[in-house]
DNA sequence: GCAATAACTTACTTTAAAGTAATATACACT
DNA sequence: AGTGTATATTACTTTAAAGTAAGTTATTGC
């Protein structure tokens, strides 16, 4: 049974209330990254994760992918306008965190 | 194989990065609600997630369960310090999907 | 004694998210 | 011909999240 949207907050969750996407977007905050480098920063995300959410986030208009013709291929993931308008919840997130997160 | 977490966002994530816990925080904003209350304005949950996912807000404080000892039973949830914390960026989520979420 | 009430709880099933590991591509270099 | 490189895909399995539906408690009022 599919159930209706009935509070614009659901629907921000639908988009990235997830374990790892709110962590790749982050990590494009301060520009664009070849799709390795961006792997390696979020070193405990499976190859495979790292894919479908970026492929992912591409469908929903949240990063762009840019690809350079060359070999070996290089491969750059950046936010969109509408990527880069979660900026300032993203980094809240994340000093949120640090800040509850006693070890 | 159970992975670290390095970077506070994550924490975040693994305490709220759910499909139902922002909203069910969300709804507490504005004040301590009788969970029936709180449960009839989040229609699409299941009874078994919101009592499951208020149990899992209380053990991670971010929110209390205050018992009424009456009859029938009376219980109502609020925001803790930490859980209003969260105000804003739980403003924030919502007004984002607001904003992005075309019909 | 039975229904109504509010808040759970339990057992069970389904669906979705995540993990593992192997394989593909395409060319440059040795 | 075989190796290295960066990116990505596929098949398969495991784990976690979510859904369904029925049952529990404790008391009031008929």
Known sequence: MKK????????TMTLIGTK????????????????G??????????NKMFTQSVRELEKDGLINRKIY????????????????SLKSILK????????HFKL
Chains 1, 2 share one sequence.
């Open 92 to 99: 809240s997130l994340d000093l949120w965190g640090s800040e």
């Open 20 to 35: 790892w996407k709110p962590l790749i977007l982050f990590h494009l905050i301060e520009g664009p990254l070849r799709s």
């Open 37 to 46: 480098v961006l792997q390696k920063q979020i070193p405990e995300i499976s």
């Open 69 to 84: 013709p060359v070999v070996p291929p290089k491969v750059e993931y950046e936010l969109t306008k509408k990527g880069l």
């Open 4 to 11: 209706e949207i009935t509070c614009p907050l659901h629907y």
